[in-house]
C-alpha cells in the first residue's frame, strides 16, 4: 500500500508544491529534527530555535519550488535555511548577549552528543572521522564560523590570523571533509 | 577594469565562508550573483554546502507544539477553519485511540475523487486555506515551475498521488501507528509502573522508529516533562521529550541500537529534559 512514507523527498515535494499540507507535515516529520536541532545548537534559546524552525517549514511551504532536487537533497536545502536564518538572528545580538550564549552553549554541547548518539550514529561516525582528518587550525576556523555564526573577518580577529588565511583555512578544511565523506559513501539524504 | 576572470578569483575565494553563511551582506551578495553565472562556483558551493549540512546534522526533537504552531500558519485566515472545526474533526479521532500524525493531516479534508487529481489544487481546495499563497503564485503556474524543476511529468506522478492519497484519506491520521504495527518485526512495549499498572503502550518498529500507541500517564504540570529512555549497554540514552501529557503518535528512534536496547523506561524530569537520570523512573518495560 503507497502512501507517503514510501515517497522519495522529491516526490514529497512535488506533494508540497500542491499545496498539501500532509505532505509537508511528512517533511517535518523527516526533518524536523535536524532543522530544529541546528536552530537550537546555534541560537541556543529553544523559544528563538521553535521561531528559526517555524520560519523555514513556512517558507518551504510557501516557496517550495526554491528547492532543486538536483543541487542538493532536502536535507541539506533545509539544513542550509535554517543555518542562514540562526546565523542572521546571532548577528543581531549584542556582543555581550552573544558571549553569554555561547559559553552557555558549550555546556550543553554533551547532551547534543548523546542525541546524536541515537538518532543518527552512522552519520555522526562519519563526520566525526572526516573532522580528524583537519588540521586544528581548520577545525577551529570552521567550528567558529559554522557554530559560532562569526564571520571569516571576526574569526581572524579570534585566531590571530590573517583573513586570507581563515579564507583559504575554511575552504581547504570542507574540501577534505567531503573527500572523506564522499570516501566513506556518507551522503545526508536518506532516501532516494 | 575586472575581467570576469578576476572576478572569478575573487569570489571563489569566498566560496568556502560563503557555504558556511560567514560572510558579510555586500560579500553574500557579490558571490550570489557570481554563482548565477559560474557554474563551476555554483557546483562548488553545493558540495561546500553539503559537507555542512553534515557537520550540522544534529537532531534534537522539537516541542510537540511546534508543529501545531507551524500547521496553524499555512495560511488558513482567521475563522474558516477555527478550533471549534478542527477539535470536531479531532473528537472522532480520539474516539479511535490515536493522532500520531501532526495536526495538518487531521485536517487534510474528507476523501476526495481520485480523478480530480490532476488539476491544480487550488480549484478544488477545500478551506480555501492558503488562498493568499495561491493568489501571490498563481497554483497552476506555481505546480508548472515546480514540475519543471523537479524534472518530474505529472501526468505520470499523478496516478501514483491519487492512489497514495486515497490510501491516507482510508488510513486515517492513525497512518504511522498503524503503519507500525503492521509493519513485519515490530515489538509492542507496555510500560508499568511499580505497582503493576500498564501506563504506555509504544510500538517499535525493526528500524529502530517507535511511536506511543497510547498513554494513561497523568498530566505534569507546565515546567516538568516525561522523558523516554533507553538502557543500553547499561547506560540510560534519551530518547526524546514525551511531553507534560505523552499524546497518542508521539515519535522516538532508537536508531541502530534497536536490538541492543534492555529496557525502556519513562521518567519525569524539568521541562528542558535533562542528560542523565538522576530520578527513578516513573513507568519501565524490559526488553527480551
Known sequence: ?192 | MTTARDQHHQVSDLLGPYALDAVDAEEAARVKRHLEECHRCRAEVDQLREVAAALGNTAEPPPEHLWDRIADRLGSPAGELGPGARYGERAGLAAAGASPLPPALERAGPPRHSRNRARPRGARQRHGRRAWTAAAMGTAAACAALAVVLGIDLSNANGRVAQLQTSLARQGPAAAVAAALASPGHRVVELHADDGARLAELVVQRNGVGYVVASSMAGLPDDETYQLWAKIAGQPISLGLLGSTPRAGAAFSLGTSVGEAQQLMVTVEPAGGVVTPDRGPVASATLS
Open chain 1, 1 to 192: 500500500m503507497e502512501h507517503l512514507e514510501g515517497l522519495s523527498d522529491p516526490q514529497v515535494m512535488v506533494l508540497v508544491g500542491r499545496f498539501d499540507a500532509s505532505a509537508l507535515a511528512e517533511v517535518y516529520r523527516r526533518h524536523g529534527r535536524s532543522v530544529y536541532g541546528l536552530a537550537r545548537r546555534i541560537v541556543g534559546d529553544p523559544a528563538e530555535a521553535e521561531d528559526v524552525t517555524q520560519e523555514v517549514f513556512l517558507r518551504l511551504w510557501q516557496e517550495p519550488a526554491r528547492y532543486d532536487p538536483a543541487r542538493a537533497s532536502l536535507r541539506t536545502y533545509l539544513l542550509t535555511q535554517v543555518h542562514g536564518r540562526a546565523v542572521d538572528l546571532v548577528r543581531s545580538r549584542t556582543a555581550r548577549a552573544r558571549r553569554e550564549e555561547q559559553e552557555a552553549r558549550r555546556a550543553r554541547d554533551v547532551s547534543y552528543d548523546l542525541e546524536r548518539e541515537v538518532w543518527d550514529m552512522a552519520l555522526a561516525a562519519r563526520v566525526a572521522d572526516a573532522l580528524e582528518g583537519l588540521s586544528a587550525d581548520e577545525r577551529a576556523a570552521i567550528d567558529l564560523a559554522y557554530f559560532g555564526g562569526h564571520t571569516y573577518r571576526e574569526v581572524a580577529t579570534l585566531l590571530s590570523a590573517p583573513e586570507g588565511t581563515v579564507k583559504s583555512r575554511i575552504r581547504s578544511g570542507l574540501r577534505k571533509m567531503r573527500d572523506r565523506l564522499v570516501e566513506g559513501g556518507v551522503r545526508d539524504d536518506d532516501r532516494s
